[in-house]
C-alpha cells in the first residue's frame, strides 16, 4: 500500500521556530526514501571541520610570518599542519577501499568536487608542512632549509587555502540530498565563515594577547559572516531547510548558534583578558564543529525522508504547469 | 534522433545507443528479473526479509539488488481493469462482495541516465560510460569513496556492505551494468531475457522509444488515460534515461522521483559561490592583518 503521509508533527516547544512552508501532502512507496543517503559517517563532517580550521589558520600563519608576529605564526602553522594531517586521515578512513585512496590521483575531473578536493589538499598538504616544518627546532643544515622554506610555504598554503576551506560546500551540495543540494547558493559563505571563526578561536586559544589581534578580528568576522548568512539560507531553502531545525542535527544548528555567537562576543570583551580570551576561542573553535556536523547530519535525513524529495519536486512540476 | 552520450563521452562510432523500456502495464511479479540479475552477475544476497509491503520483500535497489520488483496495492476505485491476475478462480463471476484492488507492479533499475550524476561526480573514473551509452561501475578502480551514492537522483547505486573476504566486492560501488559482458557478445541482458510478459523490453533506445510512445497511444485510446511515459524526454532534468518505464500512476507512488534534476547542473553556480567565498575569506584575511593592532 503506498503511504500518504501527514508532515511529521513538529517538536513541542522548538524555540518558537517557525515552519517556512505550509505542510504538504504527498505520496511515497511504503514511507521509504527516494533517494540514498551518503555512506558517510563521522570522519566526514570532521574533515570538513579540520579543513577549515587549517585553511584559516594558514591564512594567519602567513600574515603573523609577514607582520612579525612569532607566536601567532608558530600557533597557526602547527594547527594547519595537525588540522589537515587528521582531517586527510579521516577522509581516506572513510574509504570503502582505503588502500586505493591513489586511484583518486589517476584522473582530474573538475565536474567532480571530490576530484578538485583531492588535487587542493595534494598541493595544499605539503605546503602546510613545509610551514610547520619552520617551526620545529631542526640542528643544522636541515634547520637552516626549512627555515629558509618556510615564508615561501607558508605564502603559498595560504594562497591556496581558501579554496581548501569553502570547496567543501560544493563537495555536500553536489549530489541529490535535498538539504544539501537546496544549500548551495549560501553553503560556501557559510563554510569559510565557520573556518574563519575556528581558526581565529584557536589563535585565541593558543597565542599570547599581544599578538592575537588580527586572530580576534577574523573570528568575529567569520561567526558575524557564518551566523549571517545562515539564517538567510535557511529562509532561501523552505522545506528542505526543516532538517536543520529537527531532532540532532536540530540540536547542533542550535549549539553552534549559541557557541558562535557567545564566542564572538567574547573575543571582543576579551581583549586583556587571556583566560576570556581563550575560553571564546574554544567556544568558536566548538561553534564551527557543531556547524559542520549539524549541516551534515540534516542533508542526510533530508535524504531519508522521501517528503523532502517529493514535495518541491512536485510543487517545482506544478509551477512549471 | 536520439542524444548520444558515448559520443559526447569521446567513443568514436559508438554503436546505437541501448537500454530498457519496462512496461510495467504487463509486469506481472514474478521476480524472474531478479532472480536472473543475481544469477548472471553473481550478486551476492543481501538478507531474507519479510517487509510487510505486499509482495515486495527486497525493499529498494542497492549494491547487491540491481533489480527490484515493486507491489503496490491501490483500492480499485481509481483503478482501470487491466486483466491483471485477481483473487478467486479464473471465469468465476463476481459476487460484489469483496473490496476489489489494483495491484501495481513495476520492476525498477538503474535508469543508464543521460546526464548521469553518479558518473559526474565518481574521483577515480571508476565509472564511466560504455560505447553503449550506459554507465558501468569498474570494480577495480572503485575506492569506495560512495561520492555516487547520494549524487544518484534515484537513489539506485550504493556501496556494498559485508565481510571482506567473504562477500565480494565489499566497499565498493556497486549497480546495474546493463550487462555490459553480455551485451559485447550480442545477447539481451538477463532481466530482458527472463521477463515471460516482455514488461522489460532491451533494445536500441530510439526504437523502444517509439515502441512506448505507440504503446502509450494505444492505452489511451482503450481508455487508460493514466498511463504515461517516464523518463521518455530528452528535455527533463536529466536528458532522458537509457532505462525507462511506462507507469500507471504517478511516479512516486513507485517511489521514483517526480521531476529529477541532475545535480551537477547547478555546479557552474556552485563552483562561481564557492570561488566567491574563497575571495572573500582571502580578503577578510588581508584586512585583518591590514587595521589597528
Ligand atoms: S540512475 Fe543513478 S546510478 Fe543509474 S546512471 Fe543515473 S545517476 Fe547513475
Redesign the pocket.
Given at each position: 500500500m503506498t503511504t500518504t503521509a501527514e508532515p511529521r508533527r513538529r517538536r513541542k516547544g522548538g524555540g518558537g521556530e517557525r515552519r517556512m512552508v505550509p505542510p504538504a501532502k504527498f505520496t511515497s512507496y511504503y514511507g521509504r526514501p527516494v533517494l540514498k543517503a551518503s555512506p558517510w559517517e563521522k570522519e566526514i563532517p570532521a574533515y570538513l571541520f579540520l579543513g577549515g580550521l587549517a585553511a584559516g589558520s594558514s591564512l594567519l600563519g602567513a600574515g603573523a610570518d609577514l607582520t612579525g608576529r612569532p607566536a601567532l605564526r608558530r600557533a597557526s602553522r602547527i594547527t594547519a599542519f595537525a588540522g589537515i594531517t587528521v582531517s586527510f586521515g579521516a577522509l581516506v578512513k572513510d574509504l570503502g577501499r582505503p588502500e586505493r585512496f591513489a586511484n583518486m590521483l589517476r584522473v582530474a575531473k573538475p565536474s567532480s568536487p571530490m576530484s578538485v578536493g583531492t588535487w587542493i589538499l595534494t598541493v595544499y598538504g605539503p605546503l602546510a608542512g613545509a610551514a610547520a616544518a619552520a617551526e620545529l627546532p631542526l640542528p643544522g643544515v636541515l634547520g637552516r632549509l626549512t627555515r629558509l622554506l618556510g615564508r615561501p610555504a607558508g605564502l603559498a598554503a595560504a594562497a591556496v587555502a581558501p579554496a581548501v576551506a569553502s570547496y567543501t560546500a560544493v563537495l555536500l551540495s553536489d549530489t541529490a540530498t535535498p538539504t544539501w543540494h537546496d544549500a548551495h547558493r549560501h553553503l560556501p559563505f557559510v563554510f569559510v565563515g565557520s573556518a574563519a571563526a575556528a581558526s581565529g578561536g584557536m589563535a585565541l586559544v593558543l597565542a599570547p594577547l599581544g599578538e592575537t589581534g588580527p586572530a580576534r578580528r577574523l573570528a568575529v568576522g567569520g561567526a558575524v559572516l557564518e551566523l549571517a548568512v545562515e539564517r538567510q539560507m535557511e529562509q532561501a531553502m523552505g522545506l528542505t531547510a526543516e532538517p536543520l531545525h529537527e531532532g540532532r542535527p536540530g540540536q547542533l544548528m542550535r549549539a553552534s548558534r549559541a557557541l558562535t555567537a557567545a564566542g564572538a562576543l567574547g573575543a571582543m570583551l576579551g581583549r586583556r583578558s587571556r583566560v576570556l580570551s581563550a575560553v571564546s576561542g574554544a567556544a568558536l573553535v566548538a561553534g564551527s564543529a557543531c556547524t559542520r556536523f549539524g549541516v551534515f547530519e540534516a542533508g542526510q535525513e533530508s535524504a531519508r525522508d522521501p517528503r523532502y524529495t517529493v514535495v518541491p519536486q512536485r510543487e517545482r512540476l506544478q509551477r512549471r504547469g | 534522433m536520439t542524444s548520444n552520450p558515448a559520443r559526447d563521452a569521446g567513443w568514436v562510432d559508438p554503436p546505437p545507443r541501448k537500454g530498457f523500456f519496462t512496461d510495467t502495464s504487463v509486469c506481472i511479479g514474478c521476480k524472474a528479473c531478479e532472480v536472473a540479475c543475481k544469477e548472471w552477475n553473481a550478486v551476492p544476497d543481501d538478507g531474507m526479509n519479510f517487509l510487510g509491503s505486499s509482495y515486495d520483500n527486497t525493499g529498494q535497489l542497492g549494491a547487491s539488488t540491481w533489480r527490484h520488483v515493486k507491489f503496490i496495492e491501490q483500492p480499485a476505485s481509481t483503478a482501470v481493469d487491466l486483466g491483471l491476475p485477481r483473487v478467486g478462480l479464473p471465469g468465476q463471476q463476481d459476487t460484489g462482495e469483496r473490496t476489489d484492488f489494483r495491484w501495481l507492479m513495476e520492476s525498477d533499475v538503474?535508469?543508464?541516465?543521460t546526464h548521469?550524476?553518479?558518473?559526474d561526480v565518481c574521483p577515480t573514473g571508476s565509472?564511466f560510460r560504455t560505447e553503449f551509452g550506459t554507465?558501468v561501475v569498474q570494480e577495480d578502480i572503485c575506492n569506495g569513496c560512495g561520492y555516487?551514492v547520494p549524487?544518484?537522483?534515484?537513489g539506485?547505486?550504493d556501496r556494498r556492505i559485508g565481510e571482506k573476504g567473504v562477500t565480494k566486492n565489499v566497499g565498493i560501488a556497486q549497480?546495474?551494468t546493463l550487462c555490459y559482458d553480455r551485451l559485447h557478445d550480442g545477447l539481451t541482458p538477463a532481466c530482458a531475457q527472463a521477463c515471460p510478459t516482455e514488461s522489460i523490453q532491451f533494445g536500441d533506445l530510439d526504437e523502444l522509444r517509439a515502441r512506448a510512445q505507440e504503446r502509450v497511444d494505444t492505452m489511451h485510446d482503450q481508455g487508460i488515460p493514466q498511463a504515461r511515459l517516464y523518463g521518455a524526454d530528452e528535455s527533463d532534468g536529466?536528458g532522458g534515461l537509457g532505462a525507462f518505464f511506462l507507469l500507471l500512476d504517478e511516479p512516486e507512488v513507485y517511489g521514483l522521483p517526480p521531476d529529477p534534476v541532475v545535480t551537477t547542473k547547478d555546479l557552474p553556480e556552485m563552483w562561481k559561490k564557492a570561488g566567491l567565498a574563497a575571495l572573500a575569506l582571502l580578503a577578510g584575511a588581508v584586512a585583518v592583518f591590514g587595521s589597528g593592532s
Open positions: - | 538503474c535508469k543508464h541516465c548521469a550524476a553518479c558518473l565509472l554507465v555516487c549524487a544518484c537522483p534515484f539506485v547505486i549497480k546495474c536529466v
